[in-house]
DNA sequence: CCTTCAGGTTAACGACCGCTAACCTCCCTG
DNA sequence: CAGGGAGGTTAGCGGTCGTTAACCTGAAGG
């Protein structure tokens, strides 16, 4: 492994511009000129790093959806403390999940904008494995909740999942002028506040 | 005005299957062949009913948003009860906010998608439009839950009504396949009460 | 019955875009 | 000091897409 005092690679440059621009305007609104000019080549030039703009795609939303995964999973099993899971305290445990996904909306806005609006346009199996990957992240999620809230039902607590999902993944809607915005940490504390209020007012019948 | 005993417009069937697709591929992925197709006739024949593509588009978000305020202003009127809104119960308004709110979402799911997902694609003052009627929507809103909630600052807010909004409109995201859906009423019970819960959390200091 | 016109049709143009081909230029290494 | 590969460049091809042009048709109206 090369040591990192190089900085970011060229291939993770052009990640982070291509990440931007699809953010901001879309899949198809991008041409690679475009991709290639934010990291000061040009065009063609791409395609010694990426087998061609699909593969970018798919190297974001596959990246996306890997991190969020381990993230949580790491995050569960420092709280589970080494146990089998029937003893650790679902409350600790949902309020670090909560803040591992405020943590990735709040610093990569870019990605959480298209992990949930180009995902049509990936190839069949770049697709099924990025959808396999979201599916193990909610169900992760899913189960924590039930066991907050055991009178929830199971489709009621997907659905308030993907729900609170959409609640915290909101930032990236918040408009640019010159009304003023709230600080990062004021930001994540009336976020993580508001998910653990909905859920609350899900799981009480 | 024509009497409407023909069914949908021809204007009406094109807007509808725009939306579909618009929403299902994205603004630039779409081509006007297929939006032809969609509804019977083929590529140019559009040309009759629309100025173009981005015509389509531009009368979609607009007319979003503005259906959007106006059925708020309806109901906050109604609620209001002729008053000058001195004594008006919020609690009651906010209720009817977000009931509009579900109803819009849960039925004209591919317009929701597009109202935040397609706005860049137009033309400057089509845009300038559009973010006028949104934001008066939102400032709306703003208005309601500071009554409600008084503690709450202006900026935390807007910041709580953008996240409920991504709250309420996450329906699109829950996925096609086999795994049980709620029904719709079901649905509708869940995201009100936890946008409630929601607010309920961001207003109480 | 002739005209008009709304609402279609197909052909084709021009622009753009993803990608490949061919070539160049350092820098590293034996 | 050869040489070879990594990482660029520009030119250009092939396909797609939005839009226009030119033409057709059936129904309504005087």
Redesign the pocket.
């Known amino acids: 492994m090369a040591t990192r005092i190089d900085g970011p690679t ?1 291939r993770e440059q052009i990640l982070k511009e291509a990440a931007r621009l699809f953010a901001e305007r879309g899949f ?1 609104g ?4 475009e991709i ?1 000019a934010a990291v000061g ?5 791409l ?3 990426f087998a ?3 593969a970018m795609l798919a190297e974001l939303l596959v990246g996306i959806s890997g991190q969020l995964l381990t993230g949580a999973r790491r995050r569960l099993a420092e709280a589970d403390g080494g146990g089998d899971g029937t003893d650790r305290n679902p409350e600790e445990v949902l309020d670090s999940l909560i803040e591992g996904h405020i943590d990735f909306a709040l610093d990569d806005r870019p990605l959480i904008t298209l992990h949930d609006r180009e995902l049509d346009r990936l190839r069949d199996s770049d697709r099924k494995l990025v959808r396999q990957l979201q599916r193990q992240y909610v169900e992760l999620w899913v189960e924590i909740v039930r066991e907050m809230y055991p009178a929830l039902a199971e489709p009621s607590a997907r659905s308030a999942v993907h729900s609170v999902f959409g609640l915290l993944n909101s930032t990236p809607h918040l408009g640019r002028p010159g009304s003023p915005l709230p600080g990062r940490d004021t930001m994540a504390t009336l976020l993580h506040r508001m998910a653990r209020g909905a859920f609350a007012a899900a799981g009480t019948a």
């Open positions: 060229r198809h991008v041409g690679v000129d290639g080549i040009s065009g063609p030039g395609y010694r790093h061609g703009k699909d």
